[in-house]
């Protein structure tokens, strides 16, 4: 099993879009489940025509006790192309509240389930808000930023903090301008999982902004997103799968977000 958190410090470096890709790119030969927890409450049932339940709402209400396959996969929804997803709650009293009583059944059925990958998004990382604290333990953590000093610098501080309470943490650049991975690692001193492609272009594909569809099969952030995830997954799958990428699952994700927004 993978576990994989994804979040941010600071600014909005597309930490729900990052993830939805990362899922949409999985390699196939792998079981994938994304958890949409992020404690400020979320988007993706808004952003792509998803009900509200079933959810992480409606999961934690059967799931106090403990969770098992068929109760956390009947709570999922499925996006076309494939994405399995548990939906976070839009507000975030109810968001806090439902991670507060999930998030420590969650990580430990991600533990148990050596045949299922589970990718996490974590919002943004307060601090003084731990109610995803069980999640963000149980695997890596990826804190994405921007490549620049202002977002840098609250990103690695962040990274610092939740590596001394014992979390495997590390940055993941978007962009390697004006900083690259050994101007980070050098000069702030924290590890960098490695860089995705800063493409505001598919970024507004992707959460159906604005932009046609058809530019995500030559798209620098589905590729990057993609080799990434071939990296991550458990067993890889080998070299990097670049322009092998299919990116079918992720030009349906894509589609569904433009219908859902007109």
Do not use: K, N
């Amino acid at each position: 099993m993978s576990l994989v958190c994804l979040g941010s410090a600071h600014g909005s470096p597309g930490v729900t879009t990052t993830a939805l890709a990362l899922a949409a790119t999985w390699p196939e030969h792998r079981r994938c489940l994304l958890v949409e927890a992020d404690p400020f409450g979320g988007v993706i049932a808004a952003r792509y025509g998803l009900g509200d339940t079933p959810g992480l709402s409606s999961l934690a209400a059967v799931g106090r006790r403990g969770l098992d396959d068929d109760v956390v996969w009947q709570h999922a929804q499925q996006l076309p192309g494939g994405v399995r997803v548990l939906v976070g709650p839009a507000s975030a009293d109810e968001a806090h509240a439902v991670l507060r009583d999930l998030a420590g059944a969650l990580a430990a059925w991600s533990a148990a389930h050596i045949a299922v990958d589970v990718i996490v998004d974590c919002g943004r990382l307060a601090s003084g808000f731990p109610a995803a604290g069980p999640l963000l333990g149980a695997g890596a953590l990826m804190v994405l930023t921007r490549s620049s000093l202002d977002q840098l610098r609250p990103a690695a501080h962040r990274v610092g903090s939740l590596r001394h309470s014992g979390v495997d943490a590390s940055l993941l650049l978007v962009g390697d301008q004006p900083y690259g991975v050994r101007d980070v690692t050098s000069a702030l001193g924290v590890p960098v999982a490695g860089v995705i492609a800063w493409d505001p272009r598919a970024g507004a594909v992707l959460t159906g902004t604005h932009g046609a569809v058809r530019d995500l099969r030559r798209s620098p952030l589905v590729r990057s997103v993609g080799t990434l995830a071939d990296r991550l997954a458990i067993p890889a799958t080998g070299p990097d799968v670049g322009e092998d990428l299919d990116p079918a699952p992720v030009i349906r994700v894509a589609e569904v977000a433009r219908e859902a927004g007109s």
